[in-house]
T-cell receptor, first 113, second 118 residues
Framework: EAGVAQSPRYKIIEKRQSVAFWCNPI?????LYWYQQILGQGPKLLIQ????????DSQLPKDRFSAERLKGVDSTLKIQPAKLEDSAVYLC???????????FGEGSRLTVL | AQKITQTQPGMFVQEKEAVTLDCTYD???????LFWYKQPSSGEMIFLIY??????QNATEGRYSLNFQKARKSANLVISASQLGDSAMYFC???????????????FGKGTMLLVSP
């Protein structure tokens, strides 16, 4: 079974530029999460989808971050414009149901200069 | 208030010895789940073990066991017979709500870096 796929693995941009990350979940996993992990900290939830609907986006900085999950499969996370403090690893995770076990991708490491 | 607290920024252990990684949690929900994930330098989060709040016995998965003390609100991870490949960051996480509550999110602690020496 293929795992959660994310791209790009690494991205370096200057502040005020935009960036987009892509996530392809494990087949059949209805729930998809985007987490932000700043160096030295645990992952923090940004947004949670159930199929293509948003369940929780309370910690998403909506003035600069947006995410969508068209057709309930792939998802993209966009940052525009980026700030220095957005430098982090963006982790995509998916789960099959409500058991809570999340399967993570390898993450997309963003550096904002 | 932090929901998950991991007080050990780093731990050292010798190969083949056992090590305990501490985790305390805070919730008023009677139904919750506790998880441990391992994050090696590659960055991927790997699920290790799960304990439900109503589970009578402590969870075990191979060399991993969870020392669940409900009254103390602690869920420590015990790794027996450490291996060099166990060197990684370890995160404790909690999901509030029961199995059927749905749409639950996972809250993570700050992690503990474990280094296993030969």
């Amino acid at each position: 079974e293929a795992g959660v796929a994310q791209s790009p693995r690494y991205k370096i941009i200057e502040k005020r530029q935009s960036v987009a990350f892509w996530c392809n979940p494990i087949s059949g996993h209805a729930t998809l999460y985007w987490y932000q992990q700043i160096l030295g900290q645990g992952p923090k939830l940004l947004i949670q989808f159930q199929n293509n609907g948003v369940v929780d986006d309370s910690q998403l900085p909506k003035d600069r971050f947006s995410a969508e999950r068209l057709k309930g499969v792939d998802s993209t996370l966009k940052i525009q414009p980026a700030k220095l403090e957005d430098s982090a690893v963006y982790l995509c995770a998916t789960s099959k149901g409500y058991t809570g076990e999340l399967f993570f991708g390898e993450g997309s490491r963003l550096t904002v200069l | 208030a932090q929901k998950i607290t991991q007080t050990q920024p780093g731990m050292f252990v010798q190969e083949k010895e056992a090590v305990t990684l501490d985790c305390t949690y805070d919730t008023s929900d009677p139904s919750y789940g506790l998880f441990w994930y391992k994050q090696p330098s590659s960055g991927e989060m790997i699920f290790l073990i799960y304990q439900g709040s109503y589970d009578q016995q402590n969870a075990t998965e191979g060399r991993y066991s969870l020392n669940f003390q409900k009254a103390r609100k602690s869920a420590n991870l015990v790794i027996s017979a450490s291996q060099l490949g166990d060197s990684a960051m370890y995160f404790c996480a909690m999901r509030e709500g029961g199995k059927n509550s749905g749409y639950s999110t996972l809250t993570f602690g700050k992690g503990t870096m474990l280094l296993v020496s030969p």
